[in-house]
């Protein structure tokens, strides 16, 4: 009778398939922590960028509305550091800090009445206030107010594109509003101003009200940064062609444009990763005519 056997795997067989098979998962765990590394760097780098690209649009868009509807006893920048913080802020002048404002549509004569409803020029300007909102009327290009007072909304209209206010003098006030007249969102303190500063790599923008808004983000671990803004430079562009780190209060009136430097970094693992972003803004109302 024939026997038959069944024969195996020698052990340095399984060694040598078992060897083959360590470098294979070795290779392929190596290419996954290479591309989730990847990603991750990709995801830091992008968040930095945006981080960036928000602050670069603040400011830029605020600086260009510097000036707004500010009689020319006011410069449009106020206060002209190098390296604005929180001790050392860099301040801009301008009417309306929240930037919600909106113009006239029609001539109206308000007299012996606390209350007046003006049309604006279209709907969706309407839809820029609320009730209780504390609003100025103010003429360009003079820039001055018809009746100097902080008045209030009592009520909105969409659909016939008109605003209600009080806190006129019936008795007193007496004033002609015109077409084209401004209306806008402010305060006691007029013209307001809008603070920037960099504070412990985050950028911050406070208004003259006192409210305080956190521009960009940071992201820690324990005490090392993770991702946040690492410098913001202003360089100031002169009448006469010179670029100035600071300038005086006496050559405010002087500066025609704003050069920003904004730094950034992000830490990806045990690798740094900068990033910058640079724009040079003009002043369009320096001698505080309209948008």
């Known amino acids: 009778m024939r026997r038959l056997f069944n024969r195996g795997f020698t052990l340095v067989e399984l060694l040598v398939s078992m060897a083959a098979m360590g470098v294979i998962i070795s290779t392929i765990y190596g290419l996954y922590l290479s591309t989730q590394k990847t990603a991750a760097s990709q995801e830091e780098v992008v968040e930095l960028q945006q981080n960036l690209r928000i602050a670069m649009d603040q400011v830029a868009r605020d600086i260009r509305l510097a000036g707004f509807l500010v009689s020319m006893n006011n410069t449009p920048i106020q206060s002209a550091p190098n390296n604005p913080d929180i001790t050392d802020t860099f301040v801009i002048n301008m009417a309306c800090p929240s930037g919600r404002s909106a113009y006239l549509d029609q001539d109206l004569h308000v007299e012996n009445s606390s209350e007046a409803t003006f049309r604006l020029a279209r709907a969706e300007m309407v839809d820029l206030f609320d009730a209780e909102d504390l609003v100025r009327i103010v003429r360009p290009p003079s820039q001055s107010q018809p009746i100097a007072k902080l008045l209030?909304?009592?009520?909105?209209?969409?659909?016939?594109?008109t605003v209600t206010v009080d806190g006129f003098d019936q008795?007193?006030?007496s004033a002609q509003y015109k077409a084209g007249d401004a209306l806008f969102i402010s305060s006691s303190t007029f013209p307001g101003s809008?603070?920037?500063?960099?504070?412990e790599n985050e950028i911050f923008k406070k208004l003259s009200d006192g409210n305080t808004q956190r521009v960009t983000a940071k992201r820690m671990?324990?005490?090392?940064?993770?991702?946040g803004i690492t410098e913001f430079a202003l360089e100031?562009?002169?009448d006469d062609g010179s670029a100035r780190d600071t300038v005086t209060a006496a050559e405010l009136g002087e500066v025609r444009a704003v050069r920003i430097l904004l730094k950034g970094r992000a830490q990806v693992h045990d690798r740094a990763i900068l990033r910058s972003l640079s724009s040079v803004v003009s002043l369009r109302n320096r001698q505080g005519g309209e948008i």
Do not use: E, I, P
């Open 152 to 161: 209030h909304v009592t009520g909105t209209n969409r659909t016939a594109r």
């Open 236 to 238: 100031y562009l002169m």
């Open 221 to 227: 671990r324990g005490s090392a940064l993770l991702n």
């Open 171 to 173: 008795l007193v006030d």
């Open 194 to 199: 809008v603070f920037f500063y960099l504070h």
